[in-house]
């Protein structure tokens, strides 16, 4: 099955700085992968997402690259903030005899210093 | 845009009785929703994906007979928690899509659940 990768675990940044997570998937016919943001007890959010015949994606602060034939994606957000503090997962996923399965990325702590 | 709405959000149960969860789609229909299942400071595992009419499918290591499923409408889904022990103290969370596989996963609010 699909075996997806995150690092770093934990990134400390200061106000202003970027950061930059990056995942690995393992199965090349995977074609679809969210960014989903957590804060603390709630519901992960969709932040960004991206498809495979598509190279890169921006919404404001936030962008996602893909690289197919390295199987890796990546998320940047530039100018960050304190409220973008929160554990952040990607995801890959295709379509299989199950219909959608999603696999998720370990996750990211991020930690935005004022 | 696209709610799933799940309750409790959280409960406190005795250890032997059983707790039922619910996840609705409540503007959409979800043929398929999914239980998740997480950890403090870990990502989210799913549990297994439940099928509108038919049988959940279970991950591997997930008792079937201890997380009982039932998707009885296509904007309805139900995880049981039968026996439940402290062990399966955790934040369970429940999505669906809206559309097809490469649309967006919606999530639940979660329930946290504990078992004392």
């Known amino acids: 099955g699909e075996n997806v990768e995150q690092h770093p675990s934990t990134l400390s940044v200061q106000e202003g700085d970027s950061a930059v997570i990056k995942c690995t998937y393992s199965d090349s016919a995977s074609n679809y992968f969210p960014w989903y943001k957590q804060e603390l007890g709630k519901r992960p959010q969709l932040i960004i997402d991206i498809r495979s015949n598509v190279g890169e994606k921006k919404d404001q602060r936030i962008a996602v690259t893909l690289n197919k034939t390295a199987k890796h994606f990546s998320l940047h957000i530039t100018e960050t903030q304190p409220e973008d503090s929160a554990v952040y997962f990607c995801a890959a996923s295709k379509q299989n005899n199950a219909g959608n399965m999603l696999t998720f990325g370990g996750g990211t702590r991020l930690m935005v210093k004022p | 845009g696209a709610v799933v709405s799940q309750h409790p959000s959280r409960v406190i149960c005795k250890s032997g009785t059983s707790v039922k969860i619910e996840c609705r789609s409540l503007d959409f229909q979800a043929t398929t929703m999914f239980w998740y299942r997480q950890f403090p400071k870990q990502s989210l595992m799913l549990m297994a994906t439940s099928n509108e009419g038919s049988k959940a499918t279970y991950e591997q290591g997930v008792e079937k007979d201890k997380f009982l499923i039932n998707h009885a409408s296509l904007t309805l889904s139900t995880l049981t928690v039968t026996s439940a022990h402290p062990e399966d103290s955790s934040f369970y969370i429940c999505?669906?899509?809206?559309?097809?596989?490469?649309?967006?996963?919606?999530f639940g609010n979660g329930t946290r659940l504990t078992v004392t």
């Open positions: 999505s669906a899509r809206a559309g097809s596989y490469n649309s967006p996963l919606h």
